[in-house]
């Protein structure tokens, strides 16, 4: 089975500061990764996903992210925030060769400050 | 390009009462389909996934079902609803041996009173 854990529950930051939204992973298996971005009352939208290949992940937004498989670890990180990056933020993982099945992490919000 | 529709968008009803959200996908075929759950201040919950028409996935044991009887339309019902359904329903699809990226719904906020 696998599991997601985001380290911190609320990160607050001011406009234009660089952020790091921290997701750890478990799994006996090999996964893919992926962050998605939910804005208030909205559904999720994709940042990015890490399938293979490079271990950097660029996303949309100017957001990116780097797979640590020594660490299992996919931290998301961008180097300077706005305003409009204030919402929640999950990281996701599947099994390689399921069906599609992905295994959310409780949340990160996101709040910049002016 | 594909689409995902949810309604209602809101939804207030009293405890007992049933329930019937909506899902559909448009501009693809055979997706998979799931439904989410999300309470307030929390993670997604996996409710159901289906692989194809007829065939539906439970994940966690509760008073709520699934049905998939067309293709690319997924219902979440309830005979009696209870309090602890509230919450923001999401419904999302994703392409049938695809690279597992799934694509959500606008969501349906339902709330128990």
């Known amino acids: 089975a696998q599991s997601v854990t985001q380290l911190d529950s609320q990160v607050p930051v001011f406009e234009e500061a660089p952020v790091e939204l921290r997701c750890n992973y478990s799994?006996?298996?090999?996964?893919?990764l992926f962050w998605y971005v939910q804005y208030p009352n909205q559904g999720l939208q994709l940042l990015l996903k890490?399938?293979?290949?490079?271990?950097l992940v660029k996303g949309i937004n100017g957001f990116e992210a780097e797979f640590n498989k020594s660490q299992t670890s996919f931290h998301l990180r961008k180097p300077s925030v706005h305003i409009s990056d204030t919402a929640e933020y999950f990281c996701a993982v599947t099994p390689r060769g399921g069906y599609n099945k992905l295994i959310f992490g409780a949340g990160t919000r996101l709040a910049v400050h002016p | 390009s594909q689409t995902i529709h949810q309604w209602p968008a809101t939804l207030v009803q009293p405890v007992g009462s049933p329930l019937s959200l909506e899902c559909t996908v448009e501009g693809t075929s055979n997706p998979n389909l799931y439904w989410y759950r999300q309470a307030a201040g929390r993670g997604l919950q996996l409710l159901f996934y289906s692989v194809g028409i007829g065939q539906i996935s439970s994940e966690v044991p509760q008073n709520l079902s699934a049905s998939r009887p067309q293709d690319r339309q997924f219902i979440l019902s309830s005979k009696k609803l209870l309090l602890s359904d509230s919450g923001f329903y999401l419904c999302?699809?994703?392409?049938?041996?695809?690279?597992?990226?799934?694509?959500f719904g606008p969501g349906t906020r339902l709330t128990v009173l």
């Open positions: 999302a699809w994703s392409v049938s041996g695809g690279d597992h990226e799934q694509f």
């Open positions: 799994s006996s298996v090999s996964v893919y």
């Open positions: 890490y399938l293979s290949g490079s271990t």
